[in-house]
């Protein structure tokens, strides 16, 4: 599994994600870690997301990154992170990495488990099969129907 080359990052986030996991070299099976490369667009993010089996711990190889995550008091930390530093995500906490300077980004995410698992809440939320209730979601997020419909048609399967 090759990790040298970039992804390709010109799509609708400006990133791209290369994982090497268990399932993709069996190998690690049992040495509980794994890791992806990602690469990032000027402007590209990678979006609100969790791995609800591992923490990440993210070190710059190029570029520059806003990152944060999310606690489960509702409190964001942040920090802005460039060629050399880390950051860490624990386990099971909602987080982001967004490139917002003029270069392409690149990062090494390191995942103490050989299967991290990523659930991307945009995706999770409105792109769900069965698709949940509108009236989960108009209570959820006090919106009403066509502000749902309008969300959920951005996730469809077809998109």
Known sequence: MAIS??????NTMGSSVSGVNVMKVPGLNTLGVSLSRIDYAPGGINPLH???RATEMAFVLEGELDVGFITTANVLISKH???GEVF?????LVHFQK???EVPAVIISVFNSQLPGTQSLAAT?????PTV???VFTKTF???TKEVEKIKSKFAPNK
């Open 5 to 10: 080359k970039a992804g390709a990052s010109n």
């Open 50 to 52: 969790t791995h609800p």
């Open 81 to 83: 992170i460039t060629k």
């Open 88 to 92: 860490v995500f624990s386990k099971g």
């Open 99 to 101: 490139n917002n300077g």
């Open 125 to 129: 939320l409105f792109a769900a099969s």
């Open 133 to 135: 209730p509108d009236d």
């Open 142 to 144: 006090q919106i009403g």
